[in-house]
């Protein structure tokens, strides 16, 4: 029995991206606590702003050669947030260190940059709702129509049979069914 604890959604945008960022988010970290009081070095941005390029860039486009046969996105409501949100992402670091604030970070910046966060997991986690309830919905239809067929067709066995029982032959059913002679 398997019973999903995490949103493959959530997941992905949470604990995936953490995995994946760690070495640099430590690095971030150990270079600003190391500097503190002082100027800040370039390792931190650098390492973040290029390992989310490469990530972006790189990786996609070698799992995307890397299949045999293409594959469908499952769900291109979280695709589209996902896709619109990595843009933004770029834009908005951007915004902060070239606009906003030239070459500094002020901690508006910075709760402004963690809410995004928060905004596009829980905008994901919607889309991903929604696909999950049509879904669901198309699979009790199928369900419904594929029932409303079996109906069907045992209602017309039911009747060949009564014709056979009555006294029709089967070459004749066949001939008039598929316009044929056996």
Sequence with gaps: ??????????????????????????????????????????????T????????????????????????????????????IASMWAYVWLLIVLKFWTPDYVSLTEAVLTLVFFFVLVIIAFVFDKIHERSVRSNESANTTANRKKKQIKLAAKDEVLKLLENGYSKAYLLELVYGTKS
């Excluded at 972006?56 to 947030?81: C, H, M, Q, T």
């Design 48 to 83: 973040i702003v290029g390992s989310a390029a490469f990530n972006l860039l790189v990786i996609s486009g070698v799992s995307i050669a890397a299949v045999d046969e293409p594959k469908k996105i499952a769900d291109r409501g979280v695709f589209a947030v996902t896709a």
């Design 1 to 46: 029995m398997q019973i999903k604890v995490w949103n493959p959604t959530i997941a992905n945008l949470t604990l995936m991206a953490l995995g994946s960022s760690a070495p640099e988010i430590l690095l971030s970290v150990i270079e600003t606590v190391s500097t503190l009081g002082g100027e800040p070095g370039e390792l931190g941005p650098s």
